[in-house]
């Protein structure tokens, strides 16, 4: 592998990208000051860097084209060990054990802190989960999911401020209004093709953040709205250690109920019908799919679920600003989904605590993490575009039917 | 009605409107052939914005005469643009080149985040001062109120370069193996084109088109930062759609269409909601008219 | 003898182009028809107005059901064309590559079952029995088309001519009465054509579903037809049984000439 002209190439790779970084990486001007930094150190790093990465980018890619010719060949294609460790009965079971003890001590064993950064990564478990019936289950890709995020948080924020409406009473209004806003925003636009429509939600995301932004009277400006309240407990007084553990223990439960959701609607009539729609929307119409209701029960599904967590999101921060909800923070969500593994719900649970949680224990890390989200979107396209975690397909109650079908 | 402020308000959505061609065309000719909305077509621009400023910033120091650093910032502008449209392409693009469209369109997505940020460690995520590149023209001095003669010049580059864009596309070898390409890659290569090759090109001449308007928006407004690409980036977007995706004379329609009517809703309505509009405008563009103001209809071949 | 799909005076204009003009054709219940016609005749245009992929132009497009109830699908979408018993394969295959070939045929009786979202959440009995009969179903829908030992592999995964076989099984789960089948044989070799001959027949004589195919193996068309519509330049040049058609001069002329010298 590391011949002559391999190196040869991996030289020419690096020389291009010390020549590419030049003026940004290492040359800072202070206009102020008039002075010039050099800073050439920087170039020396670009130059080693890239010449490695080249060597491991072309090794992956030709793994790569093994794997397409081998499947186009019509050859056995390994099965993947995540896969194969997620459908073994013998594996998951006691991990499944292992990890829900985990989650029901979490609180218990670690600090306040911890306990925090969890609930974050929980929140953006929920979100995620919503975005991945859209996005992976569909196959829509929704840019302004953030919006209707947003139309939860303000929803528990602004219902709260003027009417004293309470956590609990909030959540199915939020979730609800969520949901109407998917359907008003999908009727026109779910027409649309994928690109467009990707475009389109982006930009209704920004829409919504602009008003939310400059309508003051409504939404008190960019300074957002403050002192929003906790969730109760049956009207039980708690201090705030108690009530942050509260809030963690609503987090854990409402991922149980999203991940049985999602569950249930990925094997079921209205899933395959999704899934179908994202693999071929001519020949779904002609199995007798009605194409827009499809499109709009998953599209109006995720909204609720962002409302859902717009709320909760409220709730636990007990401040919110328009800052909260850029276009960004939809892209984070889609590297959730697009990471963990389109469609499939371990995927998107490891894809959200990998992606929350890694920047909040490297703090050397999070300054990049934007840069680095950039960079495993690419590289996750370019080399695996199912995710780390692919979409396990299910085997049908098989066995047993096809002793019933000898019956006949 | 003062028709003086009209004057003002037509002048500025024209130069809106020109500089949100030279993205628009360069985000039309990459729809035109490999049907990808290059969604770091804006960072492209913002960087030839920085690189101009680099050099402007070096080179006065140095003490050298403006026009000399004018075209020295411009060129570096434009050759560095290049390289990164290049480079993107190759690496986060040509691998996906028959993977479903939303791959790669979350590749670009990808790309776009990794160059903002790549801009804002290794420079600064503040505002910087962008010198006034362009020199007053005497002759402008009467009118100087009314139009800047960095304007004239923005009206005259992108004029410029809208023809020479469309000669190249029409008159020429490479802009002929741009269409067959366009038209079917398949059949391109059959035939010999080198459909990398074109691409690549086609990626070469849309970042050099989209470092010009860097350059020549940064010396106008006079400050730049990591995230200027962003948002001129979707607006000529919208422009390129609205004029009919994939259709040079209706990029730039597109973008003077939604420079004016910007410039005049800005300055009769409210300035508060200029970003909102120009996404309403998208969103009705679409749905109502996806293929344009001059656009083909495109069916699905079932 | 009484008509399950009748075609009259259809016609389509893609701009200027009149790619399909004043087409009338019938097919009656128990009846295999072909429709032939040299490439770019127009037959797979047919085949998507009638569908409502497209819009026509002009004409009228009627479906009767074997009860009698006669439905006007003029302008009708896709989708509801499929749910008043007319149901197609395509000739460039369109399966959902990444899912399962039992969930492709799953996919078909979409249209004949009722669970919703809630449905699929709770899951009452009612869903668990829709859904176990389902599977049931598919399953047995594979077997009549030989490709139950391809259960749970993935659509993309199968041989070519199994991925066409599986286009007619995923198009007979939406019950239909009438079956568009667009080119079935295309890629296919000898002993896959004849085994797609005898699913053909079998699909008619067992299940009394009517078949209106697009083929250009004229040795398929002529033994399984009952008769044939030959379509040029958008328009009917003739019609009858396999036996007129070939005698036909201007069918020669326009078409099987060539085929038959070749």
Known sequence: MFNVKELKKSILVSLWFMFLTFPIMVIKVNTIYGKVEWRWYRMALVGVGSFFLSFVWRALLRRKEMG????????????????????????????????????????????????????????????????????????????????????????????????????????????????????????????????????????????????????????????????????????????????????????????????????????????????????????????????????????????????????????????????????????????????????????????????????????????????????????????????????????????????????? | MDFGYFFELFLGGLTRGSIYALLALGYTMVYGIIELINFAHGEIYMIGAFTALIVTGVLTLMGWNKIAILILASLAAVVYSSAYGYTAEKIAYKPLRNAPRLSALISAIGVSLFLQNYVLLAQTSDFLPFPNLIPEFEFLKPVEDIVRSSEIVIYATTAVVMVALTILIKFTRIGKAMRATAQDQKMARLVGVDVDRVISITFIIGSATAALGGVLIASHIGQINFYIGFIAGIKAFVAAVLGGIGSMPGAVLGSLVLGWTESFFTGYISSDYEDVFAFIFLVLILIFRPSGILGRKDTDKV | MSPALEVSNLTMDFGGLRALDSIDLTVNHGEIVALIGPNGAGKTTFFNCITGIYNPTAGDMRLVSPEGKAVRINGLKPNQVTENGMARTFQNIRL???????????????????????????????????????????????????????????????????????????????????????????????????????????????????????????????????????????????????????????????????????
């Not at chain 1, 998951?92 to 609930?119: D, H, W």
């Not at chain 1, 007990?318 to 389109?342: Q, R």
């Not at chain 3, 399953?139 to 490709?147: A, D, E, H, N, T």
Request: net charge neutral; glycine share 10%; hydrophobic share 50%.
């Open chain 1, 68 to 408: 397409l010719k081998k499947a186009e060949e019509g050859q056995e294609v390994k099965v993947p060990l995540t896969r194969k460790l997620i459908s073994d009965k013998r594996f998951n079971r006691p991990a499944l054990v292992v990890v829900c003890l985990f989650a029901l001590l979490f609180p218990l064993v670690f600090s306040l802190y911890q306990v925090n950064i969890m609930t974050t990564a929980l929140i953006y478990v929920v979100v995620g989960l919503g975005l991945n019936i859209v996005v992976g289950l569909a196959g829509l890709l929704d840019l302004g999911y953030v919006a209707f995020y947003a139309v939860g948080a303000y929803s528990y924020a602004l219902l709260n401020y003027h009417f004293g409406l309470g956590f609990w009473t909030v959540l199915p209004i939020g979730a609800g209004l969520a949901m109407l806003f998917g359907i008003l925003l999908g009727f026109p636009v779910l027409r649309l093709r994928g690109d467009y429509l990707a475009i389109v939600t982006l930009g209704f995301g920004e829409i919504i953040r602009i008003i939310l932004e400059n309508w003051n009277e409504f939404s008190f400006g960019p300074s957002g709205i403050a002192n929003i309240p906790r969730p109760g407990f049956f009207g039980i007084q708690m201090n705030l250690h108690q009530v942050h553990i509260y809030i963690y223990y609503l987090m854990i439960g409402m991922t149980v109920f999203t991940i049985f959701v999602v569950r249930r609607l990925q094997d079921s009539r209205i899933g395959r019908a999704w899934m179908a729609l994202r693999e071929d929307e001519v020949a779904c119409q002609a199995m007798g799919i009605d194409k827009t209701k499809t499109k709009l029960s998953a599209f109006a599904l995720g909204a609720t679920w962002a409302g859902m967590g717009g709320v909760v999101f409220a709730a636990k921060t007990t401040f919110i600003n328009p800052a909260s909800f850029t276009i960004w923070e939809s892209i984070i969500i889609l590297c959730i989904v697009v990471l963990g593994g389109m469609g499939s719900i371990v995927g998107v649970i490891c894809g959200a605590l990998v992606l929350i949680l890694l920047p909040e224990y490297l703090r050397a890390f999070s300054e990049y993490r934007m840069l680095m989200f950039g960079a495993a979107l690419i590289i996750m396209m370019v080399f695996r575009p199912g995710g780390i975690i692919s979409d396990v397909r299910k085997v049908y109650h098989f066995e047993g039917l096809k002793e019933e079908s000898k019956d006949l």
């Open chain 3, 96 to 262: 959902f590559q990444n899912m399962t070939v039992l969930e492709n045929v799953m996919i078909g009786r979409h249209c004949r079952l009722r669970a919703g979202i809630p449905g699929a959440v709770f899951r009452p009995p009612r869903v668990r029995k829709e859904e176990s009969r389902l599977i049931e179903d598919s399953y047995r829908m594979l077997q009549k088309v030989g490709l139950e030992k391809y259960v749970n592999e993935f659509a993309k995964n199968l041989p070519y001519g199994a991925q066409r076989r599986l286009e007619i099984a995923r198009a007979m789960a939406t019950e239909p009465f009438i079956l568009l089948l667009d080119e079935p044989a295309a890629g296919m070799n000898t002993q896959e054509t004849k085994e797609l001959d005898e699913l053909i027949l079998r699909i008619r004589n067992e299940e009394g579903i009517c078949i209106l195919l697009i083929e250009h193996d004229m040795k398929l068309v002529m033994s399984l037809s009952d008769r044939i519509y030959v379509v040029d330049y958008g328009r009917k040049i003739a019609e009858g049984t396999p036996g007129q058609i070939k005698n036909d001069p201007a069918v020669i002329k326009a078409y099987l000439g060539e085929d038959i010298d070749a």
